[in-house]
């Protein structure tokens, strides 16, 4: 049984600021690079074959993977009226804009391998929240459910990025 998450239910409005909040994160992650100047930046590169590498599974596909798992919980709880195909879609053409966007602004390469894996997460996301309707039989209770986890993972997020920044962790990203 699907229900509608409406605009103007509590649960949906929490879900889109949270959703507002882990999309301004991913931008700061992705495109604006935690706000550091890398080596590679300013030059632009392209990889068009798929896994390239000896190794097909690196740390960084499983981070692309994983970073996009709630933006596909995301499309799932807030465009229920979308068939699971256009969600899919959708989430493949945000993983080609923040590729081309790296490409565009030299702070990145636009590669296969991370749109593919990016999307992957995307999926991943989408069927947790179908699983997590049917298992609660209702589409409101999921999103609850989602959003009391992810109240906490949103606060731990931004957390971390902010002692990240601060270079008050044992990672160094620069």
Known sequence: MKEESSNNNPATRLTTVLF?????ALVWILLLKLG????YMGTRSTNFIPFNEPVIFTGENFLNVLIFVPLGIYVGVLFTRWIFGKKLFFLFLLSLLVEGL??????GAFDVTDLMTNTLGGLIGLLVFSGLERAFRNGIKAQKF?????????ALLILLLVLLKMNLLPVRYQ
């Open 146 to 154: 989602i959003n009391f986890l992810a109240v906490p993972a949103t």
């Open 20 to 24: 507002i909040i882990y999309g301004l």
């Open 36 to 39: 550091v100047q890398f080596s």
């Open 102 to 107: 790296q490409y565009l602004f030299r702070i």
